[in-house]
């Protein structure tokens, strides 16, 4: 029973389970058309509305990795949202490919900025991730309301709406996106030994540095890596809806990444991460939210859902929990 | 927040230092009073009527709320936790109010009723924090998702508030003069924030507080009872934001499950910017009280001066944050 005690397994069962259970409520959840060449199905569904939430998640997996994390993604969505839109907006062609493709660049490159103000917080002056990044958090939504001068920014361009509600060889533009971002990230950490200086620096940030390795230049990677994800996930969302909204993008997205980091068996205290548990999380917590619509249960009670997976989550991770409770053994000593 | 436990190096004072060291703890504060003085002297001088008593006594009544729950939010933070479930249980309580009420409770069950479920969440949030080491940021995420999630499962819409008791404490107003009122909650807040003046500054809770803000380890060898008090302070945390929830309940005369979003960052913001250090340990009640007057003068001279938009609040609070905390960062430096 060796597949038991793999650290996805229970995630992996979980969103099964959720999956499954939808066959009940609506007969047809698993089968995908195709339909002018594209594919759809509520599957693809959940694929196309976890692509923003797998983007900020991988970002902040590897944040997570290094003892960090990164409260201000939502901020940050919605202000490259905003930026975008508002470029857009000026255009003379809203239907410039170009100017899209520049808009987009400049939303990038804004987030890689806001990146590199995080990490030079949290490496350079010493600041405790959770409030360096708060700082962002707070005043980023004041940043994106006073670029889009607090109105809702409404586009009608046709290459921005390609990429959140675009498709491209039968899938949908956003999927590809995050699956991209997701291949780029496990190349640059599995593939070379950055992953492992990632998690060494995690590990223990000491250690890393008396080993040799540059800990603080590794820390702002990791934020911006972070922040341009977050940036990506921004013009997702205000592409897909067509409109930069301050207010409504990336709200709360940055509890709904942590989540999906901890449910894929990053532990939020540094070190080992996992990309492919992030990704699954993210997965999950969308086939949550539609399994709830499908079952016709108040939306909001999404939220209870996620508290109970919290709290389960973490007891299970928690040592104490398991020495305590469940009565294995471990190797961290009873509670202080 | 990852390492708050962790206890910040400080070496053993040498005894000439420490006066010096002594007047170095209160260069947060006293940064913050001189700010309010400032700012108040640039209201004054730039806007009519700002002089006026009455404005000033506004921001207490406007912040009533905001002034226990961040009251609570200080205990906590002390310890060099944190509470990230305050405003969820703020709006638990506004709609578990209202729904008794609406009902037709009578106020004297509804009234400890709902005191007491704060108070409850928080021992519970508290109890899994000190018993399976989960980390607060996590544990009272998902005690904020279990709160808020509650709400939304009890009633989606806002409920009004028509009890006598309530309307009563509501249009209750204590006169000093023709145009000189406030309000009882702002009474009840005083009194919260008095009586947690003094329990942190001349009981033996108070100060095994500040010991763990220091350094659980060296609390926990000094025979301090490390575990009961971190429960006790995410109790009181509990409980503040529930008395808080009371407050903002007669403050709007409703109860919704949607109120009070995003209440825990202002919280934070108002005790870091009243010189609470992050790393607890170190800061005053007094401070705090300074941070929630700072947050409504902002409030206050954006709405005198008209022209400036609602979303600068958000900037200026993130500016004064970043300057807060490095001011904070370079105080910790030198004393050590």
Same mark, same amino acid.
């Given at each position: 029973m060796?597949?038991?005690?793999?650290?996805?397994?229970?995630?992996?069962?979980?969103?099964?389970?959720?999956?499954?259970?939808?066959?009940?409520?609506?007969?047809?959840?698993?089968?995908?058309?195709?339909?002018? $060449?594209?594919?759809? $199905?509520?599957?693809?569904?959940?694929?196309?509305?976890?692509?923003?939430?797998?983007?900020?998640?991988i970002g902040m997996t590897l944040v997570i990795a290094t003892g960090g994390i990164d409260l201000s993604v939502g901020s940050v969505m919605a202000i490259s949202g905003a930026l975008a839109c508002l470029l857009i907006g000026d255009l003379d062609n809203q239907n410039s490919v170009t100017g899209v493709l520049l808009a987009c660049a400049a939303g990038i490159a804004l987030s890689l900025v806001l990146g590199i103000w995080n990490g030079a917080l949290v490496a350079s002056i010493g600041i405790q991730p959770i409030i360096a990044t708060l700082i962002l958090m707070v005043a980023g939504r004041g940043i994106a309301q006073l670029i889009t001068d607090g109105q809702i920014l409404n586009v009608t361009s046709a290459p921005y709406k390609v990429i959140g509600a675009g498709y491209t060889i039968a899938l949908p533009v956003s999927v590809l996106i995050a699956a991209g971002m997701v291949a780029i990230a496990v190349v640059l950490t599995r593939r070379t030994a950055l992953g492992l200086l990632i998690e060494a620096v995690? $590990?223990?940030?000491t250690a890393s540095r008396l080993a040799g390795i540059q800990a603080r230049r590794l820390t702002i990677m990791v934020y911006v890596f972070s922040a341009i994800c977050a940036g990506i996930a921004g013009l997702i969302y205000s592409s897909n809806v067509s409109s930069a909204d301050s207010n409504a993008a990336g709200n709360l997205i940055e509890l709904d990444a942590i989540l999906a980091v901890v449910i894929g068996g990053t532990r939020l205290t540094g070190g080992r991460f996992s990309l492919a548990g992030t990704v699954l999380g993210a997965v999950l917590i969308e086939t949550l939210n539609v399994t709830t619509v499908s079952i016709g249960i108040p939306v909001e009670t999404t939220l209870l859902f996620k508290a109970i997976v919290v709290i389960v989550l973490c007891l299970v991770q928690s040592a104490a929990f398991r020495a305590k409770v469940l009565r294995r053994p471990s190797r961290v000593g009873a509670s202080a | 927040m990852i390492d708050v436990t962790a206890p910040p190096g400080t070496p053993p004072a040498k005894a000439r230092n420490r006066v010096l060291k002594q007047n170095r703890r209160h260069v947060p504060v006293l940064?913050?009073?001189?700010?309010?003085?400032?700012?108040?002297?640039?209201?004054?001088?730039?806007?009519?009527?700002?002089?006026?008593?009455?404005?000033? =006594?506004n921001i207490f009544v406007d912040n009533a709320f =905001?002034?226990?729950?961040?009251?609570?939010?200080?205990?906590?933070?002390?310890?060099g936790g944190i509470d990230l479930s305050v405003g969820a249980v703020v709006a638990l309580t506004t709609t578990v109010a209202a729904t008794l009420l609406h009902a037709g409770w009578p106020a004297a069950v509804v009234l400890p009723l709902v005191l007491l479920i704060g108070t409850v969440l928080g021992l519970g949030m508290g109890a899994v924090i000190h018993f399976f080491q989960v980390e607060p940021f996590i544990a009272t995420l998902a005690g904020m998702f279990l709160a808020r999630g509650i709400a939304l499962l009890i009633n989606r819409n806002s409920i009004p508030i028509t009890d006598g008791f309530w309307t009563a404490m509501a249009e209750e107003r204590i006169r000093f003069g023709p145009g000189v009122f406030i309000s009882t909650s702002v009474v009840i807040a005083l009194i919260v924030v008095l009586i947690g003046a003094y329990v942190l500054a001349y009981t033996r809770f108070g100060r095994t507080v500040y010991a763990i803000g220091g350094s659980a380890?060296?609390?926990?060898?000094?025979?301090?009872?490390?575990?009961?008090?971190?429960?006790?302070?995410?109790? =009181?945390?509990?409980?503040?934001?529930?008395?808080?929830?009371? =407050?903002?309940?007669?403050?709007m005369s409703s109860g919704y499950s949607l109120n009070a979003q995003g209440m825990e960052l202002d919280a934070i913001a108002a005790v870091v910017i009243g010189g609470v250090l992050l790393t607890g340990g170190s800061g005053y009640l007094f401070g705090t009280v300074l941070g929630v007057l700072v947050l409504g003068l902002i409030q206050t001279i954006i709405t005198f001066q008209g022209t400036l938009s609602s979303w600068w609040t958000r900037i200026?609070?993130?500016?004064?944050?970043?300057?807060?905390?490095?001011?904070?960062?370079?105080?910790?430096?030198?004393?050590?």
């Amino acid at each position: 029973m060796s597949f038991v005690r793999h650290r996805l397994f229970w995630p992996a069962a979980i969103l099964v389970a959720l999956l499954a259970s939808n066959i009940f409520f609506s007969s047809g959840f698993f089968s995908i058309t195709v339909h002018d $060449g594209h594919l759809y $199905g509520s599957i693809i569904d959940i694929l196309r509305r976890s692509a923003p939430l797998i983007l900020v998640g991988i970002g902040m997996t590897l944040v997570i990795a290094t003892g960090g994390i990164d409260l201000s993604v939502g901020s940050v969505m919605a202000i490259s949202g905003a930026l975008a839109c508002l470029l857009i907006g000026d255009l003379d062609n809203q239907n410039s490919v170009t100017g899209v493709l520049l808009a987009c660049a400049a939303g990038i490159a804004l987030s890689l900025v806001l990146g590199i103000w995080n990490g030079a917080l949290v490496a350079s002056i010493g600041i405790q991730p959770i409030i360096a990044t708060l700082i962002l958090m707070v005043a980023g939504r004041g940043i994106a309301q006073l670029i889009t001068d607090g109105q809702i920014l409404n586009v009608t361009s046709a290459p921005y709406k390609v990429i959140g509600a675009g498709y491209t060889i039968a899938l949908p533009v956003s999927v590809l996106i995050a699956a991209g971002m997701v291949a780029i990230a496990v190349v640059l950490t599995r593939r070379t030994a950055l992953g492992l200086l990632i998690e060494a620096v995690g $590990g223990s940030p000491t250690a890393s540095r008396l080993a040799g390795i540059q800990a603080r230049r590794l820390t702002i990677m990791v934020y911006v890596f972070s922040a341009i994800c977050a940036g990506i996930a921004g013009l997702i969302y205000s592409s897909n809806v067509s409109s930069a909204d301050s207010n409504a993008a990336g709200n709360l997205i940055e509890l709904d990444a942590i989540l999906a980091v901890v449910i894929g068996g990053t532990r939020l205290t540094g070190g080992r991460f996992s990309l492919a548990g992030t990704v699954l999380g993210a997965v999950l917590i969308e086939t949550l939210n539609v399994t709830t619509v499908s079952i016709g249960i108040p939306v909001e009670t999404t939220l209870l859902f996620k508290a109970i997976v919290v709290i389960v989550l973490c007891l299970v991770q928690s040592a104490a929990f398991r020495a305590k409770v469940l009565r294995r053994p471990s190797r961290v000593g009873a509670s202080a | 927040m990852i390492d708050v436990t962790a206890p910040p190096g400080t070496p053993p004072a040498k005894a000439r230092n420490r006066v010096l060291k002594q007047n170095r703890r209160h260069v947060p504060v006293l940064a913050t009073l001189a700010l309010l003085i400032i700012m108040y002297a640039v209201g004054v001088a730039n806007y009519r009527g700002f002089s006026d008593t009455q404005v000033v =006594l506004n921001i207490f009544v406007d912040n009533a709320f =905001l002034l226990v729950v961040a009251a609570g939010m200080t205990f906590v933070i002390l310890t060099g936790g944190i509470d990230l479930s305050v405003g969820a249980v703020v709006a638990l309580t506004t709609t578990v109010a209202a729904t008794l009420l609406h009902a037709g409770w009578p106020a004297a069950v509804v009234l400890p009723l709902v005191l007491l479920i704060g108070t409850v969440l928080g021992l519970g949030m508290g109890a899994v924090i000190h018993f399976f080491q989960v980390e607060p940021f996590i544990a009272t995420l998902a005690g904020m998702f279990l709160a808020r999630g509650i709400a939304l499962l009890i009633n989606r819409n806002s409920i009004p508030i028509t009890d006598g008791f309530w309307t009563a404490m509501a249009e209750e107003r204590i006169r000093f003069g023709p145009g000189v009122f406030i309000s009882t909650s702002v009474v009840i807040a005083l009194i919260v924030v008095l009586i947690g003046a003094y329990v942190l500054a001349y009981t033996r809770f108070g100060r095994t507080v500040y010991a763990i803000g220091g350094s659980a380890d060296s609390a926990l060898l000094m025979g301090l009872p490390v575990g009961r008090t971190r429960i006790a302070v995410y109790t =009181l945390s509990g409980f503040c934001s529930a008395l808080g929830g009371v =407050l903002y309940s007669f403050y709007m005369s409703s109860g919704y499950s949607l109120n009070a979003q995003g209440m825990e960052l202002d919280a934070i913001a108002a005790v870091v910017i009243g010189g609470v250090l992050l790393t607890g340990g170190s800061g005053y009640l007094f401070g705090t009280v300074l941070g929630v007057l700072v947050l409504g003068l902002i409030q206050t001279i954006i709405t005198f001066q008209g022209t400036l938009s609602s979303w600068w609040t958000r900037i200026v609070v993130g500016v004064l944050l970043f300057a807060f905390i490095v001011l904070q960062r370079a105080v910790t430096r030198r004393t050590r």
